[in-house]
DNA sequence: GGAACTGTACCGATCGGTCGGTATAGTACG
DNA sequence: CGTACTATACCGACCGATCGGTACAGTTCC
């Protein structure tokens, strides 16, 4: 038992990732907290004792993930060649959904879940995030490097990135390293002039 | 009242459209019967006169509109061009998205609420329509217009297209012409040779 | 009359969340 | 040592509200 005298945070970490993944699974609002029990094998009371809320578990994941890779990004920021920013950036996402699918997954798809002004807080850090990347294609494009900065060749490179969340597999063949790899190569295709 | 003679068409095509608006907007789990009740202005004998059930409701949203995207791409497989068929299933599928964001994102966002033998059919529907665009990508390798066949590349150029049901706006600036050009553009970027 | 359409009252089940209470471990005090 | 006290982790019964869906009677139109 002298492992578990810490059990509180790790209690509420383990619950967390449970909930992320069932989350991610069947949808936030699909998931009731009788499921959630079952899952983390605990009494109702138990639960309520390591959550305030069902909201604020998705809260918690929705905005913790999505700060991480504004983090992530901030220190992408530092690069001044922006290609090589771009394939940073790449590079940092694409491990981040490897390695988080089931949290980034709650994270993209269950923002509308969110109450009124948390999913405003949540929403403006995706906005962070993108601007990031959006400054990086004006940079590129002021250096003469990339064509003339187009909201629509933004959308179409995060688009890209993005969805893979949809469709990559931890487990397979895959690794996250070649999919980032062939991912900004395309980027910078899609950057390129002329 | 004589207008409303074909009531009963109507109606379900209204009700299902405006179904279709708040499962895109709110998520299929989160809007209640009463929530569509009251959106629709009919009782609750009166909805349930015209559907079925509520995954019904989702079924139909889910199933018809991937299926004319696949009727859509079943017309461009006679062109033999494999880059002039890239922009054609670039056209319709962002043209489709454009026109019918609300069933699309359904479409895309809900698979997952359905139950385990229609989510399996739909999902058929969904590989299908992937195979178009691979079949494409295959045979623009073979006749050496394009790189080998990737499936990353495969799923980053569909990423791009699909990721727009999140983002565009139908009374936005950009039209869905605009957009379809440019991701064509990119998309033969993404697939050219060295 | 009868078929189509509609509103209301109602069903059992489940929703998220709270309740009082218990078991245990650590600690302070005599 | 034993006893009193506190904090943490936990349980399962229970709350009012809402869930999707049904039954049925009334109305309208042919």
Redesign the pocket.
Known sequence: ?SAD?K??RS?RARIVKVAARLFAERGY?A?????LQNAV??????????I????DLLYDIAREYIADLNDLAVTAEHEPDPRKRICILGQHLISMIASHQAELTVCFREVQSLTDSRRAEVLALHTRYERVWKDAFISGAEQGLFRPYDPVVLKGVLGMYFYSYLWMRPDGSLGAETISERFNEMALRMLAIG
């Open positions: 038992m005298t059990d509180d209690q609002h998931v009731g907290i009788a499921e094998q605990l009494g109702r009371g138990a639960l309520y004792h390591h305030r809320s069902k909201d």
